[in-house]
């Protein structure tokens, strides 16, 4: 809303405003003329100007990020196409399957990956797959089911995204952008961890101890030092 307070003058007849990323704002127009309950979404640019048309079909919509977005929208298959990757001129990329009723896509695109979980059939559960921006998908190997082992999906940097299990004992999984996992902290109780940043990452670990551990490991999961907090 507050992005809107500065466009106020230039932009009017929407009913939602969203907030920019990538330069863009999604915004929503409700149509409830002639018994027709809908909502129409569409995208404004810095300017005001409406650069990506007002649709009907799509249920919801994803920030922009490296220029594309994702769109959810009704399928009339029970396992039928429901997701596009757009660009930032309504423009369809790729249409795929997500799990239905997931309230998320787990994070967004950045560094040209993105993560979502899908269904595999009817007894099959689901499980994790990566995405690049020409709609190229791979299951993450060995399967990962983000409602049973993941709470917490980060956005890739320097190469990896952080899966982060929030049990009773708290894990912590990277995936690099070939969909394969590569390395799990699946043997500490980690509490809290950070983005790749120069080759490593930054762990708060609880001990057998109960004490919190500051704890820096690198690409591979080396454990670089440990520190107690």
Request: aromatic share 16%; proline share 1%; net charge negative.
């Given at each position: 809303y507050k992005d809107y307070l500065k466009i106020k003058d230039k932009v009017?007849?929407?009913?939602?405003?969203?907030?920019?990323?990538d330069g863009?704002?999604?915004?929503?127009?409700?149509?409830?003329?002639?018994?027709?309950n809908e909502e129409l979404y569409g995208a404004i640019n810095m300017n005001g100007?409406?650069?990506?048309?007002?649709?009907?079909t799509w249920t919801s919509v994803h920030n922009f990020s490296d220029g594309i977005a994702f769109v959810h929208f009704k399928s009339n298959e029970k396992l039928g196409d429901n997701t596009a990757i757009i660009d930032t001129n309504g423009n369809v990329i790729q249409t795929f399957n997500v799990?239905?009723?997931?309230?998320?896509?787990?994070?967004?695109?950045?560094?040209?990956?993105?993560?979502?979980e899908k269904d595999?059939?009817?007894?099959?559960?689901?499980?994790?797959?990566?995405?690049?921006?020409?709609g190229n998908t791979k299951q993450i190997t060995p399967k990962v089911s983000f409602s049973k082992d993941a709470s917490k999906i980060s956005n890739f940097k320097e190469g990896l995204c952080r899966i982060y299990s929030d049990t009773a004992k708290?894990?912590?999984?990277?995936?690099?952008?070939?969909?394969?996992?590569?390395?799990?902290?699946?043997?500490?109780?980690?509490?809290?961890?950070?983005?790749?940043?120069?080759g490593q990452s930054t762990l708060t670990i609880k001990g057998e101890d109960k004490s919190d551990y500051k704890v820096i490991v690198d690409r591979n999961g080396n454990i670089i030092s440990t520190e107690k907090k």
């Open positions: 009017s007849g929407f009913d939602k405003y969203y907030t920019y990323s863009i704002m999604w915004v929503r127009k409700d149509n409830k003329d002639f018994d027709v100007d409406l650069v990506v048309p007002l649709n009907s799990k239905q009723n997931s309230k998320d896509m787990h994070n967004s695109f950045s560094e040209g990956y993105a993560i979502y595999i059939g009817a007894n099959g559960g689901s499980c994790c797959y990566i995405i690049d921006k020409l708290a894990s912590c999984t990277f995936i690099n952008t070939n969909g394969e996992i590569q390395f799990t902290m699946n043997n500490y109780w980690v509490k809290s961890s950070s983005d790749f940043e120069n």
